[in-house]
């Protein structure tokens, strides 16, 4: 090759690999670098195989930086944490000021904000960059979250934009989300909305498969029937998929062996983290973490099983399956928008506290493809902040307040049923809450303050006039029992 590339990409794990090709592909040449060179043929290779594509391997750091045009932009794929800094190390040795390296790992924000400021030393522009949509996506367009430097956004915003997944009348699931460790920590959200999502269909099945007693026949009928409505979505899609496999190795289908202990790689935990340090209520992301916990303890809950048996309904009367069905539909769409606005209230708060400047109804439009959170309901999220750009709550938006209403009875029923049948719904259970605390203008929190002031001298304020005020409760309490 004589003429230089347009990009680089170091770090040739799937993600990396797929990323590249789909550079190439969009007629962007490029560059390819990994540590282990066996990856780097293995691209090489495919990119011949995929149709010739404008993709070059180099073996050593220096060639791989100097075969790509000035100023140079290299992305980096490689896993979160120190491996990232060895990459950065690696790399910028052989970079000159002015170009830019941009990290499509899922990375913990303040990382990303440590390195910007320390390739600014070095004169070199840094950019985080959150991708999503799985192996799948980043071949055939993910959605992308860059934060960071604007100035190294805009040298490679044609690209992104033809990278992007494509969604038609809204356009590539790209935007500039702002500076600092934003686009890491839109990315971070997104992936705490992901296990909301995850943890609600699983419960929508669990209802279904043990109170209603569908086989997998059936629930894929059902999951495919709701992927043509509201609830349209790749995690609906997929779900509906996962019914139809049958298992290779032994008879019956192969979700019913697949063991029920989830993994998780921490995005969620820190999404869960972040709600706490902003004091945001994000139960059912919370809700959906602690059941991966609790997943994981296979063999304690085994023996517990022994100990307590089933629920109280469970081999009660049966159920009329085709209301059961109805009903966990609207009760899955209902328990999601609390999940969502949850999400977003966080990515608000954020914002806020780091002058960000988010736009959530652009984030809503640009998770619309690629990314595995993609659904049509994002479409009204978006129009929701079209409507009203500082919404306080997702919830209170007429049209999203009316679904609400129009749901709440079968929501209701839903959870009723299972907590009769002792079938957990910690996701649905947890977003009911969240919305009967919302919605409600008095909660029970002034008792709580009144023991505060109680045991600690916290002061409370009162309903009916201004100030802060303390009352010598234990005082008074031992006087009135004399």
């Not at 992936?191 to 059936?218: C, F, H, P, T, W």
């Not at 609390?338 to 708060?349: E, F």
């Amino acid at each position: 090759m004589a003429a230089l590339t347009r990009i680089g990409l170091a770090g040739l794990a799937v993600m990396g690999q797929n990323l590249a090709l789909n550079i190439a592909e969009k007629g962007f040449p490029i560059s390819v670098y990994n540590r282990t060179t066996s990856k780097v043929d293995e691209t090489v290779e495919r990119a011949r195989v995929e149709g010739n594509l404008p993709l070059y391997g180099f073996h050593d750091p220096a060639s791989f930086i100097q075969s790509i045009q000035k100023p140079r932009v290299v992305i980096m794929l490689v896993k979160a944490g120190a491996p990232v800094d060895q990459t950065i190390q690696t790399l910028s040795a052989h970079m000159e000021k002015g170009d830019c390296i941009i990290d499509g790992g899922n990375e913990w924000y303040e990382n990303t904000e440590r390195r910007e400021k320390a390739m600014n030393e070095l004169g070199l522009l840094y950019l985080g960059m959150g991708v999503s949509g799985g192996e799948e996506g980043a071949r055939n367009g993910p959605s992308l979250m860059p934060g960071g430097s604007y100035e190294a956004y805009q040298r490679i915003e044609d690209i992104l934009l033809k990278v992007a997944a494509q969604v038609p009348d809204s356009g590539p699931c790209v935007t500039y989300i702002g500076t600092g460790g934003s686009g890491n920590f839109v990315k971070m959200v997104h992936n705490g909305i992901e296990y909301g999502d995850m943890q609600l269909i699983a419960e929508a099945y669990d209802v279904l498969r043990s109170v209603g007693k569908l086989s997998n026949e059936e629930l894929h009928a059902v999951f495919s029937d709701w992927n043509k409505g509201e609830l349209l979505s790749f995690l609906i899609e997929i779900t509906a998929d996962i019914f139809t496999i049958k298992d290779d190795k032994g008879e019956g289908y192969l979700v019913d062996k697949v063991l029920d202990k989830t993994g998780m790689k921490g995005t969620g935990k820190w999404t869960v983290q972040q709600a706490a340090e902003l004091s945001v209520a994000a139960p059912t992301i919370e809700a959906s973490l602690d059941s991966r916990f609790l997943s994981g303890l296979k063999d304690e809950r085994v023996e517990a099983s022994k100990v307590f048996g089933p629920g109280i309904l469970s081999g009660g009367p049966e159920v009329d399956k085709a209301q059961l069905i109805d009903d966990v539909r609207q009760a899955l769409y209902a328990s999601k928008i609390c999940s969502y606005a949850q999400g977003m209230n966080i990515l608000k708060a954020k914002s806020t506290e780091k002058g960000w400047g988010l736009n959530l109804g652009e984030l809503a439009r640009i998770w619309k493809g690629g990314c595995i959170i993609r659904a049509i309901f994002l479409d009204r999220i978006k129009q929701a902040y079209d409507r009203n750009a500082n919404l306080a709550n997702l919830l209170v938006d007429p049209e999203f307040a009316k679904e609400i209403l129009d749901r709440q009875a079968a929501w209701r029923r839903v959870v009723s049923l299972a907590i009769n049948y002792g079938v957990s719904t910690p996701g649905m259970s947890a977003s009911l809450a969240y919305f009967d605390s919302y919605r409600r203008d008095r909660l029970p929190a002034n008792l709580v303050q009144a023991q505060r002031d109680y045991f600690g001298a916290h002061t409370y304020e009162r309903t009916d006039m201004g100030g802060a005020f303390h009352t010598e409760w234990f005082k008074i309490a031992q006087k009135s029992k004399i």
